[in-house]
């Protein structure tokens, strides 16, 4: 692999390996790092913690596929926060 570099910071290890699988699946091999670092931090939010490394030269490409699962992801984090506050009826 070479140098790498990081294409993704992830809020979570979830999203971490969404886009390494989405990453995988187009042929570019990466790696999640800090996964295992997450454990010991308990119920805080651990920023910057973990990132998806892909070798230079998969880095443009690696990018392009890594933004548009950031955006997706946001999207539906912003639905599903504006249909939460929907009262759940009894």
Known sequence: ???????YRAENIIDANLVK??????GIQAFVSGEYLTGGIGTLPALDLVNVMVGESDFERAARIA??????LRERRGHAAATSTKPIPI
């Open 67 to 72: 933004e548009d699962i950031d955006a997706t």
């Open 21 to 26: 699988a989405a990453l995988a699946d187009a």
């Open 1 to 7: 692999m070479g140098t790498v570099k990081i294409v």
